[in-house]
């Protein structure tokens, strides 16, 4: 905000309204200060306000009547209100109708104050991230006016270079190697790739060949004749089949054994193949996009991998860059897999405070973007507001410094101990008590968390 923030006081004891406008004018806050709420309601119409301070006990017109009118005018106008009745019910009525917060009376000018510091600042993180995924929304928007990049999102100069080369290679035909770290998102150039492709009407099929034994990973590419190895029940159909007509993404290449390497290779060349145990030739034709987070040409080197499938495949190479030599886009990154998180789970919008964001921002992210992501993933699940500040974020700073999250000495037992009993404790306060519930957050049997719960000494009394 860069004009003087603005305050609405509706406060019936002219004293309190009184000592309020003062207290506050020196803090550098605009002001209007009305006795009623009848007054306030009226003035709502008319003017826009940051902050609305208004008490809850009036006269006909009360707090609750001034905050939902305050909301409906404006859902971004933050309220407080202050009270001499609080309680839990009443803080949960106030919550429910859109309060910011509240202030119990009596009061002090300090409390006041932070109280006012502390909505100011939720204002600008909100207007902060509003900002972010509105940039967000125009570069993907820009970007998508040229092609389509799916999940891609990054504005750093090394990104938009990874557009570009998207873009120029997407019409042809020619194979595409795809070097990058793992979790950099590989997968996703080459989704890209076919989407603006010839044949983005046809199947993109992909195979991991890192995951897959050698003979396991020459049936899912070629497919295998109905007994051809013992288990080879009926006939089936390979990747290369599937993906006729289509793009067939082969991850982590690099991987894949040389005997098979061979037969990779006479595909490429000839675009035909036998299944396994099989005798006919078959005709095929796809597009090949491979990808690999080794070094091929030290692998090429070593004898690991063939120098004629390595330039068959090196036709259209593209490298991603690392998430740390990209680190401009995290601000980008971290609002996209939050709303996308928060969206499928059917939670309420989530934000990240300043602290947070800066805690992203320094951390080196060896697993990429696909760390990122399951870090944001983790802290969402541990989060107990619609906020996820520093603290939901702690873990990293441990795994920054090579420390568990709960380290309290070398003893790895007992450092492993100590991290199961503060994961414990977050998913039960997370899940109100409720075990069912925080059974599921942690991803282990209901009769494992009253285990656990009984272990180290967390069950609580009925």
């Not at 309420?348 to 696909?370: C, I, Q």
Request: glycine residues 6%; proline residues 3%; neutral net charge.
């Amino acid at each position: 905000m860069n004009k003087k923030p603005t305050i609405l006081i509706a406060e019936d004891t002219d004293s309190m309204r009184e000592a309020m406008v003062q207290i506050l004018k020196k803090e550098g806050y605009q002001l209007i200060a009305v006795s009623n709420g009848e007054n306030a309601l009226s003035v709502l119409k008319t003017q826009c306000f940051d902050i609305v301070i208004t008490d809850y006990k009036m006269g006909k017109v009360d707090g609750l009547d001034v905050l939902k009118a305050a909301k409906d005018i404006n859902p971004d106008n933050e309220v407080l209100i202050i009270t001499a009745y609080g309680s839990i019910e009443l803080a949960v009525k106030l919550m429910k109708a859109g309060a910011w917060d509240f202030i119990t009376k009596p009061f002090s000018k300090e409390t006041l104050i932070h109280k006012v510091d502390r909505t100011l600042k939720h204002i600008r993180e909100r207007e902060q991230a509003k900002k972010l995924i509105e940039e967000n929304a125009y570069l993907k928007n820009e970007i998508n006016q040229l092609f389509n990049t799916g999940e891609m999102i990054g504005k750093t100069p090394e990104m938009l270079n990874v557009f570009k080369s998207i873009k120029k290679i997407a019409s042809s035909d020619s194979a595409v190697l795809i070097f990058g770290e793992s979790g950099t998102g590989k997968e996703l150039v080459a989704r890209a790739i076919h989407q603006n492709s010839p044949r983005k009407e046809a199947t993109f099929v992909r195979v991991n060949c890192g995951a897959l034994a050698e003979g396991v990973l020459e049936s899912e590419l070629f497919g295998h004749e109905k007994g051809a190895f013992t288990g080879a029940f009926k006939q089936k159909k390979g990747r290369f089949e599937l993906a006729h007509q289509g793009t067939l993404f082969l991850d982590e290449i690099g991987d894949i054994p040389l005997n098979t390497q061979i037969k990779l290779l006479r595909v490429i060349q000839e675009k035909e193949f036998e299944r396994v145990g099989g005798e006919e030739t078959l005709q095929v034709n796809v597009r090949i996009i491979a990808a690999t987070h080794r070094n091929l040409p030290e692998e090429v080197k070593a004898g690991r991998f063939r120098e004629d499938l390595y330039y068959r495949l090196h036709i259209l190479p593209v490298t991603l860059p690392p998430l740390r030599q990209r680190k401009e886009d995290i601000p980008l990154l971290a609002p996209y897999f939050l709303n996308k998180m928060t969206s499928e789970r059917g939670l309420a919008p989530h934000k990240f405070t300043k602290e947070a964001l800066d805690m992203l921002m320094g951390y080196p992210w060896p697993g990429n973007v696909r760390e990122l992501e399951n870090a944001i993933e983790r802290a969402l699940v541990l989060n107990e507001s619609d906020t996820i500040d520093s603290e939901e974020l702690s873990f990293l700073n441990a795994k920054k410094f090579g420390t568990e999250i709960a380290q309290t000495s070398w003893n790895l037992e007992a450092s492993l101990a100590e991290t199961e009993r503060v994961l414990l404790q977050k998913a039960m306060k997370r899940s109100h008590g409720v075990k069912a519930r925080a059974a599921r957050l942690l991803g282990i049997k209901e009769g494992a968390l009253y285990y656990k719960l009984e272990k180290y000494g967390l069950m609580q009394k009925e």
